[in-house]
């Protein structure tokens, strides 16, 4: 059967002030009424019921969660008792899913992404899941760059066709610094990588059980003692908390050689940084985006988003303008990846 698990553990610093450590990315409304995590679980629905879906977040959101996901089973709900990245994080869903369906295709999604052509995406997933179901690959999707980031990974697919628009995957590449970007921007075997993953659960298991073989013992060990029913708290989570702090992409993908690249034909945003929704706030004319009351004169392409007051932009171009009720963010679009870096010093300020 097909299942799902919904990576919602991020804090989104990139969206700082808007996203903070107690109003993490995924519970933010950035457009439509809902939050992004709703609009996931909306998204993934059409392909796997429900009833199917696992969420794991941080056990500090559990409870909100589950009072936004109604849905979604609450047991299936999960917190852990802190990040240890998406090696760790997939793992759990794979050995709880295994436990209620041993024969599972398994599809990972992050919490906080922005898709709007349903459709298609639909399409797309269960093209994938057709193609992992078969039990020799892992399936992951690739998009087209469209400019040099350096605040996404990159896979780079062979010419072969497995199928058709299926492509072997030859390496991945870390979130490369701008001059790299650049390099991998020109070559056109290069993709962003979408955080989606599809895989025959018995596929992940074997290149996790070969990869990183503490991290399958011990989350083993955890789920053999999960309750039946909702977990106020992961049983053994001294054993989670012990796994190295690593990514699937580098501690499982990069490692296998059964790896298969689907081009993403969807729409697809992160909302990596505040520049990406340029895209999704309505423009005026001069393409200045606006979420919530603003007024723009001789103002060019810049963001705004100001809720509670007016904000006025006044002869200036391509800045980002973030307004809340205790802090506001003024920036440049070139310097939007820097707010991450910004929310560090913050830290230290405090």
């Not at 553990?9 to 450590?21: I, M, T, V």
């Not at 999604?109 to 298609?120: E, G, S, T, V």
């Not at 996790?208 to 999960?226: C, E, G, N, S």
């Not at 705004?304 to 006025?312: K, P």
Request: charged content about 20%.
């Amino acid at each position: 059967m097909k299942w799902a698990i919904v990576m919602a553990g991020g804090q989104g610093k990139r969206l700082w002030p808007l996203s903070r450590q107690n109003n993490p990315k995924q519970f933010l409304t950035l457009f439509g009424g809902k939050s992004l995590i709703e609009h996931t679980i909306d998204r993934i629905k059409p392909i796997v019921p429900a009833h199917r879906i696992w969420v794991i977040t941080h056990q500090d959101y559990v409870a909100r969660t589950r009072k936004l996901l109604k849905s979604v089973p609450a047991a299936q709900i999960i917190g852990e008792p802190e990040a240890r990245n998406t090696a760790a994080t997939i793992g759990l869903g794979v050995y709880l899913i295994q436990k209620r369906d041993p024969n599972a295709v398994v599809t990972v999604f992050p919490a906080d992404h922005i898709i709007l052509n349903k459709r298609l995406f639909a399409q797309a997933v269960l093209k994938a899941m057709k193609r992992a179901a078969h039990g020799v690959s892992h399936v992951l999707f690739g998009v087209v760059p469209t400019y040099p980031a350096t605040a996404y990974g990159y896979i780079e697919r062979t010419s072969k066709q497995t199928a058709r628009q299926v492509f072997q995957v030859s390496r991945f590449i870390e979130k490369p610094h701008l001059k790299k970007a650049k390099q991998l921007f020109q070559n056109k075997k290069m993709y962003w990588q979408a955080g989606i993953f599809t895989f025959h659960i018995n596929t992940f298991i074997t290149s996790l059980q070969k990869t990183l073989p503490r991290h399958a013992r011990q989350i083993q060990q955890i789920t053999a003692h999960w309750p039946k029913g909702k977990a106020s708290k992961m049983p053994k989570a001294h054993l989670f908390k012990q796994l190295s702090n690593i990514s699937v992409d580098f501690g499982v993908m990069e490692k296998s050689r059964n790896i298969e690249m689907i081009p993403a034909r969807f729409d697809w945003n992160d909302v990596g940084s505040w520049n990406a929704l340029s895209s999704v706030w309505q423009r005026d004319q001069n393409g200045n985006a606006v979420h919530g009351s603003a007024v723009f004169l001789e103002a060019k392409h810049n963001l705004v988003r100001s809720s509670q007051r007016l904000t006025c932009l006044l002869g200036v171009n391509d800045l980002i303008v973030i307004d809340t009720d205790d802090s506001v963010l003024i920036t440049t679009k070139h310097h939007a990846e820097q707010v991450k870096q910004l929310t560090d010093t913050l830290k230290l300020k405090i």
